[in-house]
């Protein structure tokens, strides 16, 4: 819906509801069909605060889609040996179709060997280096969270995304290279710039479609944005308020590129609600792959 400013509002939070009813229902058919019940493992090293809030939040909107949800908090201080044969048990749980080792770890365990440890059948979080390169390569593959959970929000929008020019502002493993490989995929004409792009402000101006994933607070400024064009903003970033108050904005100048965008996500409320909604959906999709079902006949994909 359009916002005050002129710009479509994209409802993240919306979607990812419709989103996350589609897989409760594939859920249940796959129950009453074959008599699986999906069941994710999440693993939290430490007591990180916001991680402990995502982690509670992953917990309830799992066992709401009728999945079973399985949560293993460990001290803050726990061995990387402690954590890495923890998820071998978890590799080897036939209960356990999906595992997500909740990032960032206590600084003695090595998030890669952690990450390299993971089935990458069950590998719902699509880092594991093998589900990487299966997404490059055209292949099914697990896919991270958030770069999917844009992609289905750019496809809402747009339809086909063939032919257009996009851009993918940061190249990190989590979000910038698997966005810029679902757009190839989608035949997009796709540019992943990053902090040392040369005249970073006119490659923005040239995208129908900007993804923004930086982490560094309203640094897409509106003069920016293409006329019309569509803007993806990932960033979650604590500020001071002028009222001495933090609140969250995004890496995206939201009010400065309404004004001019076509289409734009908000920050809370746009892109953040569709990585949990797209982490049931993989787990749906590993435990019908583990099953050698087709993953289109429950998963909405």
């Given at each position: 819906?359009p ?55 992953k ?57 390299d ?91 129908d479609?900007?993804?923004?994933a ?58 953040g ?18 099953h ?10």
């Open positions: 819906m916002g005050d400013t002129g710009a479509d509002i994209i409802d993240g939070k919306a979607f990812a509801g419709a989103l996350r009813a589609r897989v409760a229902d594939g859920v249940s058919r796959l129950r009453a069909d074959h008599g699986l019940t999906p069941g994710l493992a999440v693993v939290l090293v430490g007591e990180d605060p916001a991680s402990q809030v995502y982690v509670r939040n917990g309830r909107q799992t066992r709401e889609a009728g999945m079973a949800s399985f949560e293993h908090r460990l001290a803050a201080d726990t061995p990387e040996t402690e954590v890495l044969a923890l998820v071998r048990r978890l590799n080897a749980d036939p209960a356990v179709n999906g595992i997500l080792v909740q990032l960032p770890l206590p600084d003695q365990i090595r998030a890669p060997a952690v990450i440890t993971i089935d990458p059948a069950k590998d719902a979080d699509g880092f594991h280096v093998t589900n990487a390169g299966l997404l490059a390569i055209g292949q099914p593959a697990m896919v991270p969270c958030t770069p999917l959970g844009c992609l289905m929000l750019l496809k809402d929008r747009l339809g086909s995304l063939s032919g257009a020019r996009a851009l993918v502002l940061g190249r990190s493993n989590i979000v910038g290279k698997p966005m810029a490989q679902l757009l190839l995929a989608e035949s997009a004409t796709v540019t992943i710039a990053h902090s040392r792009t040369r005249d970073l402000a006119d490659e923005c101006r040239r995208a479609i900007l993804v923004a930086v982490g560094r607070a309203r640094m897409v400024e509106g003069s920016w944005v293409k006329p019309g064009a569509t803007v993806i903003d990932v960033g979650i970033n604590r500020v001071d308020g002028a009222d001495g108050k933090s609140r969250l904005v995004g890496d995206v100048d939201f009010d400065a590129a309404a004004r001019v965008a076509g289409a734009i996500t908000p920050v809370p409320g746009g892109v609600p569709m990585t949990i909604a797209c982490l049931l959906l993989n787990t749906l999709v590993a435990t019908c792959r583990q050698g079902l087709d993953p289109k006949e429950y998963a909405p994909v």
